[in-house]
């Protein structure tokens, strides 16, 4: 497990103790990981800095509403169906065999969860990301366990394809809904929180190499004491990191002004600016030694 | 640390002691063969009210088996993403694991129930001054009602009783509501005989019969429109006289109606839409038992209103009706409470406000959170007990969703 964390942060990607290990455990077990957590705390680049440090290479399926089927799993190449039978039709053979072939891998268009399982032309192990399952629809989730459990999916016409290597497989989701109880129970379980100062300074630092050490800790400590608060929308570490960044564009210090000028950076609400920029701020400010 | 931890519900209801005691009489089974230890522990976790997958004691004996056993926190987490299914069930599994695994023997901690003022001499302690402020609202509540009955919880560490209610009456209710509220007239038309206009399409296939001369004139009339309902119910301590019915009422709704979600809070907000759906009452109940914060306590409204919105309010539409079953205490601010109600009606069709008090000898709001709220809300109806709910659920019928357009 050792070895994963540290091939994770040779990528830049900060893993911590918990996770590295149900990582580990996931490949150890061939099960799949379900990430949850708050927007923003880096569930989708587990899974690029997995594939990255495995040498693996990333099928991302990014769900949405009405997500279906031919999207993610396999669709028929209509087109080219109906031009095989009108060449068929034209040489006049069209029988049995026709039927045989138009229904077979030629005419099929693989989509994500199908080249996940069994890639055409690429033998390098694949890392799976079906990221915000949340956003798609009860059905999709039906669809998915299939997969989940026994690494296959199932095409009518062609019957059951099973997994020649089995993909590592990590979703997230942002809790927008509950999940099946049927998933989660085919899933290792984490639940990414968001990181503690230490880490978050590592993590800035493994993004930002060169940055001020002391402005990188101040920041990040003003940035957890806003997590801490009642914001719609708190901070994630990649609002954390464009922040250092633009701080240091303007300069390199932090004191009141560039914070509410690069204020922006970090909270993306009008409710939550407004609110930073009453007493709350001035809390938060003065709690952090800025004010 | 994370906003998280520092949200941690505490003892409320003395719930977390309770799992603490279970965790304790469960480590007297342990036997020391680790498959069998896991499947206890599986045992307790699933008594505390944790959902733990089938399979999953098999999954997290195997998952020990790629571990090294010496290093507790590795063991611990392995544990912990194999029988953990969700985020309450994790934490749960983190307040009973290093009880159960441990040799040495764990003080409950001290919460802050434990900390709190000691109750009055009759038992009973006003609302403002369990929640901590709002003393200015005590005094006209206190002479015109009579005192709310003492969290159990606070005073005796023991969680507010959800006693049983008729619920097959609760039941017919909750099926009338919704009808109700279908009531209001939706886009889409169907063929009635005493339908407003006349529906062209029918009428000539109808008289194909007749050689297409239009003899009889069908006519149409709108379907109603099945509303979406959105629940918060007040599981407070000032709400713990109504709290059974509130909360039968919000389970009969989750089967009856078309419910988005349903989210009971007091301090903190529980989201339970899905459980009340897939659970029958009486285990959907015990499950929001087992919650650390979900019964009793104080109000923060515009809090818990706010998160609710933050997880719901993508899914409500112009069809949405909101329902709100508190008595409007609140111990927030109440510009929190007015601006997340404003978020509220900008985004649903229709606010209902079911106040157990609304229907009290001269009552006027002195509650600030309800003042505040009020003019945002489009019924301020009395829900007290089952005639309450036949009487709102008449003034529904009486009244249909008018259609808005949310800004």
Redesign the interface.
């Known amino acids: 497990m050792a070895e994963l964390v540290s091939a994770l942060a040779a990528t830049g990607y900060v893993a911590d103790r918990p996770l590295g290990m149900v990582l580990h455990l996931a490949g150890a077990l061939e099960l799949p990981v379900l990430l949850e957590g708050e927007p923003g705390v880096g569930k989708t680049s587990v899974a690029e800095a997995l594939a990255e440090a495995t040498g693996a290479r990333l099928v991302r399926l990014q769900c949405y509403e009405g997500l279906a089927a031919h999207h993610a799993l396999y669709e028929w190449d209509y087109a080219r169906q109906l031009l095989a039978i009108r060449v068929a039709e034209a040489r006049g053979t069209v029988g049995e065999e026709l039927q045989r072939t138009i229904f077979s891998e030629e005419f099929l268009l693989r989509r994500p969860l199908l080249e996940a399982i069994s890639p055409t032309d690429d033998d390098r192990p694949v890392v799976l990301l079906v990221d915000e399952l949340d956003r798609a629809d009860e059905e999709f989730e039906a669809l998915l366990l299939e997969l989940l459990a026994q690494f296959q999916v199932t095409v009518p016409e062609l019957g059951t394809i099973t997994a020649t290597r089995r993909p590592r497989i990590v979703l997230t989701a942002n809790r927008t809904r509950p999940l099946s109880d049927a998933l989660r129970r085919r899933c290792l379980y984490h639940w990414l929180p968001y990181p503690d100062l230490q880490r978050e300074i590592e993590i800035v630092e493994a993004r930002l190499p060169g940055s001020a050490e002391d402005l990188v800790r101040r920041a990040c400590e003003l940035v957890g004491r806003l997590r801490a608060g009642e914001y719609r929308k708190a901070p994630g570490i990649s609002e954390t990191v464009d922040w250092i960044r633009a701080l240091t564009l303007v300069g390199g210090v932090l004191d009141d002004g560039l914070v509410d000028e690069t204020l922006g950076c970090l909270l993306k609400d009008g409710d939550d600016l407004e609110r930073f920029r009453g007493s709350d701020g001035r809390r938060v400010l003065r709690e952090a030694g800025v004010a | 640390?994370?906003?998280?931890d520092?949200r941690r519900p505490v003892d409320r209801g003395g719930v977390r002691t309770a799992h603490l005691a279970r965790a304790r009489e469960a480590r007297a089974r342990r036997t020391g063969r680790p498959a069998q230890d896991v499947a206890v522990f599986a045992g307790l976790l699933r008594d505390c009210g944790a959902?733990v997958?089938?399979?999953?004691v098999a999954?997290a004996v195997?998952?020990l088996g790629?571990?090294p056993l010496d290093r507790a926190?590795?063991v611990r987490?392995?544990l912990?993403?194999?029988l953990?299914?969700?985020?309450p069930?994790?934490r749960l599994f983190d307040l009973v694991f290093p009880v159960f695994w441990n040799a040495a023997e764990v003080q409950p901690p001290v919460t802050a129930a434990d900390a709190s003022p000691a109750p009055a001499a009759d038992g009973t302690t006003a609302d403002a001054s369990r929640d901590g402020s709002g003393l200015d609202e005590a005094a006209p509540r206190a002479r015109d009602r009579p005192t709310p009955r003492a969290s159990y919880g606070r005073h005796h560490g023991g969680p507010v009783p959800v006693d049983e209610i008729d619920g097959r009456q609760v039941d017919a209710l909750a099926r009338r509501f919704a009808a109700a509220l279908a009531r209001a007239p939706g886009r889409r038309r169907r063929t009635a005989a005493a339908g407003d206009l006349v529906d062209l399409r029918s009428s000539l296939r109808h008289n194909l019969r007749t050689g297409a001369e239009l003899l009889v004139l069908l006519r149409s009339a709108p379907t109603p429109r099945r509303a979406r309902l959105v629940v918060l119910c007040d599981v407070s301590s000032s709400m713990a006289h109504v709290t059974p019915l509130f909360l039968t009422f919000a389970h009969a709704l989750a089967r009856h109606a078309k419910v988005v979600e349903i989210g009971v809070f007091n301090v903190e907000l529980t989201?339970v839409?899905?459980v009340f759906r897939g659970l029958p009452r009486s285990a959907a109940l015990r499950w929001l038992r087992a919650q650390d914060s979900a019964l009793a306590g104080g109000t923060r409204i515009g809090?818990c209103l706010?998160r609710f919105l933050?997880?719901v309010e993508?899914?409500l539409t112009r069809d949405t009706v909101a329902l709100v079953l508190s008595d409007g205490w609140d111990v927030d601010e109440p510009e929190l409470l007015v601006?997340q109600m404003r978020r509220l009606r900008r985004a649903v069709s229709r606010v209902v406000w079911c106040d157990p008090h609304a229907a009290a000898t001269g009552y006027a709001p002195e509650v600030r959170g309800l003042r505040a709220a009020l003019p945002l809300v489009d019924d301020h109806l009395d829900l007290s007990g089952p005639p309450a709910l036949r009487a709102l659920i008449d003034h529904l019928e009486r009244t249909p969703t008018p259609r808005r357009i949310p800004a």
């Open positions: 640390m994370s906003a998280g520092l959902t997958p089938g399979g999953a999954r195997r998952a790629v571990v926190a590795d987490d392995a912990g993403c194999t953990a299914s969700d985020r069930g994790r989201l839409g899905d809090h706010r933050d997880a993508p899914r601006a």
